[in-house]
């Protein structure tokens, strides 16, 4: 049977409608974050062609303007200020959850653009924290009142992919006690250490996501590409599910048909239907796209 090839026009067709399937996708739409009569989440898109001048290297000036238009169109405000002040007080101890993997953090950009944001709400800066396999261990952490969840999507050795739901494992004293089936019950985590509640933001960056890897701690320049986005939203399922659905058209673009992850990425499905942390199917998913279209 004759391999399928993918145009680039196919691939702006798949990755702008597949995974995006069933959602409400408008420039400048202002939706409630969760829609309770409906059930729905929302989630934002953004990408900007000129954040990046190379990997790893985002332009802070950019970010800090991206995430702004982001938490503002996710909240509905005309600021980006009294946007954060829809999660975040002044009175509030803050740990930002970020992710220090070496070939692609969350970048030292993102985590200065959250961090100024709720300073300027008013929370002290004794009273914020930044840390990924040290939330255990730091003092901020230990007494949080919220969380902001901020890591790089790329693919996974364990989980299939690296989620924002994966990105909460160094809550928990024994990380590797949680690889079984493809890290399956990833979301029970949320639940067992309280941190559903406390999470209120989910930024999930793919500014240069990896796509494909293959073994344990598996990178390869060569699947890493310019996506130049982020994804936001409070119910961390649906960022997570909105994510792969991008990845996934990244790799049928690629490799010219549909080709599975090394690991299922099941975690994400299951963290809906099996643990019930929030929304993976996109008709539940309100998602508006700004920004550049690529």
Not at 34 to 45: A, I, T
Not at 50 to 60: Q, Y
Not at 209 to 222: A, D, E, L, T
Request: net charge positive; proline share 5%.
């Amino acid at each position: 049977m004759k391999k399928k090839i993918l145009s680039r026009r196919d691939f702006l067709r798949v990755a702008a409608v597949s995974p995006l399937a069933g959602a409400a996708v408008a420039r400048g739409l202002t939706l409630p974050a969760l829609n309770q009569d409906k059930g729905r989440s929302k989630v934002v898109l953004i990408r900007n062609k000129d954040v990046l001048s190379g990997l790893n290297k985002p332009d802070a000036d950019i970010v800090q303007t991206m995430l702004d238009d982001t938490v503002m169109n996710l909240f509905g405000k005309n600021d980006p200020v009294t946007a954060w002040k829809t999660i975040v007080k002044p009175s509030d101890i803050v740990g930002i959850k970020t992710n220090v993997w070496r070939y692609i953090p969350t970048t030292p950009e993102v985590e200065q653009a959250i961090k100024k944001r709720i300073m300027d709400v008013g929370v002290p800066e004794k009273n914020i924290a930044i840390s990924d396999r040290g939330v255990r261990r730091d003092p901020v952490f230990q007494k949080a009142t919220v969380l902001i969840n901020a890591r790089p999507a790329r693919t996974h050795h364990w989980s299939g992919v690296g989620s924002l739901i994966k990105n909460h494992i160094t809550f928990t004293p024994q990380p590797s006690a949680w690889h079984g089936d493809s890290c399956a019950d990833l979301a029970r985590i949320w639940h067992d250490f309280d941190l559903a509640k406390k999470t209120k933001l989910n930024i999930l960056v793919m500014l240069n996501p990896q796509f494909h890897g293959v073994g344990p701690h598996s990178y390869n320049r060569k699947y890493v590409w310019e996506y130049k986005g982020f994804v936001i939203g409070q119910d961390v399922v649906a960022v997570d599910a909105t994510g792969l659905r991008i990845i996934e058209a990244k790799r049928m673009e690629y490799f010219g048909e549909f080709k599975p992850l090394s690991t299922s990425a099941k975690h994400v499905e299951l963290a809906d239907t099996r643990h019930h942390l929030g929304n993976f199917d996109p008709k539940k998913i309100e998602l508006v796209k700004i920004g550049w279209s690529g």
